[in-house]
């Protein structure tokens, strides 16, 4: 008996479970919330800076085609301490959206081309300050202070105490390497 009812009880939960799925195919061709794949970033491609970015929500922010990263358009040259930098674009509210949050030291230079300078022509409206950055990522030396990008984004040695400060810029997408 038990056999009869473990074999009727898996045909209900399989039946039922294909009956009421329904199609899960995409009823038509990307929504608001969906990507086509040109768009998504898979950090393997490099794209013609022409290519490479594109103004998205109400032209407040832009997508990096090759990272699929999205970053605010005009970031702030306000001067924060870490953890205020951190909050910031944890409560900023740009382009219609909040999931802001501040960038790792690997996504802030994925801007940076071999000198070193942000891309020509990309439709950012930077004041002429170019950082220092913050970044999420812990120090190298120490993980107590965050990695930061000075003179532009030179790389150099990058790291501050977290009661200094540096200028933040928000970024959206999933987050990178390190946190």
């Known amino acids: 008996m038990p056999r009869l009812f473990y074999f009727l009880l898996w045909n209900l939960l399989f039946v039922s479970t294909t009956v009421f ?10 929504g608001p919330t969906m990507r086509p794949l ?13 290519q490479r970015f594109k103004l998205v929500m109400n032209n407040e922010a832009v ?12 970031p ?9 930098a951190m909050r910031s674009c944890y ?3 740009k382009g219609g959206r909040r999931g802001w949050r501040p960038p790792t030291a690997e996504e802030l230079s994925s801007f940076a081309d071999s000198s070193s300078q942000l891309p020509k022509n ?3 409206q930077i004041n002429a300050q170019l950082g220092p ?41 999933p987050r990178g390497l390190g946190n």
């Open 21 to 30: 799925a329904g199609n899960l195919d995409p009823s038509g061709p990307p």
């Open 38 to 50: 040109d768009e998504v970033g898979t950090w393997s491609q490099v794209l013609p800076n022409e």
């Open 63 to 74: 997508l990096d085609r090759e990272t699929g990263l999205v970053w605010d358009r005009s």
């Open 76 to 84: 702030s040259t306000a001067d924060y301490k870490w953890v205020e």
């Open 91 to 93: 409560q900023l509210y």
């Open 122 to 124: 990309a439709p950012f």
């Open 133 to 173: 950055w913050w970044s999420s990522t812990g120090g190298l030396t120490d993980p107590n202070q965050p990695f930061l990008y000075l003179d532009a984004f030179n790389i150099g040695d990058g790291q501050k105490n977290k009661t200094d400060t540096a200028n933040v810029w928000c970024v959206r997408g």
